[in-house]
């Protein structure tokens, strides 16, 4: 082999070689961007705080607060009382753009599921 033809074949290896590398780094950037995304660290958090002692309290003590009713004005049973488990523990503000509100129980009240529901699938 040629010594032109034995760059050109070192090239190509060392092409193969950085390929695979940079396929390696853009699999461990998704799996780092995945492990540490705000937006999911948050969401695991407060259903972890959700479902402890101190979440579930906090729910019997918000539902006493709301007088067992939803807090949406747009409810379509507004005004009725329910069960505790009819409802679910909701962010007025969505987890989904303020993260740093997902542990802030200011930023909680109770929605029966249908509502919540609803108003999931507008954000």
């Given amino acids: 082999m040629s010594t032109l033809h034995q760059i050109i074949a070192d090239l190509l290896s060392a092409i193969k070689k950085t390929d695979a590398s940079l396929e390696a780094l853009k699999l461990d950037r998704i799996e ?47 005004g009725h009382e329910f069960h505790i488990d009819y409802f679910e523990i909701d962010h007025k503000l969505p987890v989904s753009s303020y993260p740093h509100l997902a542990l802030d129980k200011s930023n909680m009240h109770l929605l029966c599921t249908p509502c919540n529901k609803r108003k999931s699938k507008k954000f």
């Avoid at 780092?32 to 958090?45: G, N, S, T």
């Avoid at 959700?50 to 918000?62: A, E, P, T, V, Y």
């Fill in 32 to 78: 780092i961007k995945d492990k540490y995304d705000p937006i999911k660290l948050a969401r695991a958090q407060f259903n972890s705080w959700r479902d402890s002692d101190d979440g579930k309290i906090f729910k019997k003590k918000l539902y006493k607060k709301q007088e067992k009713k939803c807090a949406s004005p747009t409810c379509k049973m507004l």
